[in-house]
């Protein structure tokens, strides 16, 4: 929630630490401490998230064709409790864990791309990172991740244009059959997460669906106005 230099923060094999807030795995559990202040009012953000994975994979492969840019998900499929005492909220329910990393900023390599995740009828997860460049062929991973550890590629489904948001982002899903929107969750000028309705394999599903536009989020009038959402320190 603050983007903090090297000199706040720490990591060893089990921990990081990020200012006042930090993450740490004691071999089952991913506990997830926050000590952060909301922006622009600077209400107190605290509490604790805890994730216990279904199981861990060892699974990464590169999205663009220079392979700087990696990504695999850790745990597909979790379980997560959510207590903050503030602002006073608590929750459990089912969770995913991936990771990203990169050897160049993000816009050096990627304009647009829709990322989603799905529980399937028998468990596993399905995931389609679709992406997409201006002049260039498009790259989409159609992945699914049993529950026993195994990845499988899946056949591509159609993509399906989506409304604009607010914002006129204007993303696109995967599926075999009509999409409709469940649930709006987060609307910004280059960012946009919702649930979606769709269908894939014989099953109607609920998919985490995200789009990202990388021109919009380096223009300058959104680099001015990020910090009055995720303040710098050091």
């Not at 204007?170 to 609307?187: F, K, N």
């Amino acid at each position: 929630m603050t983007e903090r230099g090297a000199q706040h923060c720490g990591r060893d094999g089990r921990q990081f630490t990020i200012g006042p807030s930090a993450l740490e795995w004691d071999g089952s559990c991913l506990r997830i401490r926050i000590r952060e202040r909301s922006v622009p009012w600077g209400q107190r953000i605290e509490g604790e998230v805890r994730l216990w994975p279904e199981q861990l994979f060892n699974f990464s492969t590169p999205l663009d064709a220079a392979g700087r840019h990696r990504w695999g998900p850790l745990a597909p499929s979790a379980r997560v409790e959510v207590d903050l005492p503030a602002p006073g909220l608590r929750w459990k329910g089912q969770a995913y864990l991936d990771s990203n990393e990169g050897d160049e900023p993000v816009d050096r390599a990627f304009h647009t791309w829709n990322w989603s995740r799905a529980r399937l009828r028998d468990d596993s997860t399905l995931v389609f990172y679709d992406m997409q460049w201006p002049g260039q062929d498009e790259r989409l991973l159609s992945l699914r991740f049993t529950p026993d550890g195994q990845v499988e590629a899946m056949p591509p489904a159609p993509a399906h244009v989506l409304r604009p948001t607010g914002w006129r982002i204007r993303g696109r899903m995967r599926s075999e059959g009509p999409v409709s929107l469940h649930e709006e969750l987060e609307d910004t000028p280059f960012y946009q997460r919702s649930l979606l309705k769709f269908s894939y394999a014989g099953e109607s599903l609920l998919a985490f669906h995200e789009t990202l536009s990388v021109p919009r989020l380096v223009s300058p009038i959104v680099q001015a106005m990020l910090p009055w959402r995720m303040p710098r320190r050091g």
